[in-house]
Nanobody, 117 residues
Framework: QVQLIESGGGSVQTGGSLRLSCVVS????????MRWFRQAAGKEREFVAS????????VYGDSVKGRFTISRDLPQSTVFLQMNDLKVDDTAAYYC??????????WGQGTQVTVSS
């Protein structure tokens, strides 16, 4: 059974930092891509970042490139999203996604990030 649990969201001011975590169970780590998406109120879902469990192949959305860093810890079965220099436009619900194939993907419950100026 696949389960993803996000945590680490909260409220910060512009320029601050947050570190999101996603604990994953039930996935073969060597075959899974982990991704972060976000969705702001009234907006469509947006790709944020992805990484392989092997620790390579990092990809970032243009809006977060240079500010966000995705990483993973195999012993803890956890992926992280370090978010620096946060902007108001980063305000959204952030979701962890475990990607196995086009027809096999799993989602966490989401964690809210609110950035105020």
């Amino acid at each position: 059974q696949v389960q993803l649990i996000e945590s680490g969201g909260g409220s910060v001011q512009t320029g601050g930092s947050l570190r999101l975590s996603c604990v994953v169970s039930g996935i073969r780590l060597s075959m899974t891509f982990m991704r972060w998406f976000r969705q702001a109120a009234g907006k469509e879902r947006e790709f944020v970042a992805s990484i392989r469990w092997t620790g390579d192949g990092e990809v970032y959305g243009d809006s977060v490139k240079g500010r966000f860093t995705i990483s993973r810890d195999l012993p803890q079965s956890t992926v992280f999203l370090q978010m620096n220099d946060l902007k108001v436009d980063d305000t959204a619900a952030y979701y962890c996604n475990a990607f196995e194939s086009a027809t096999s993907s799993y989602w966490g419950q989401g964690t809210q990030v609110t950035v105020s100026s």
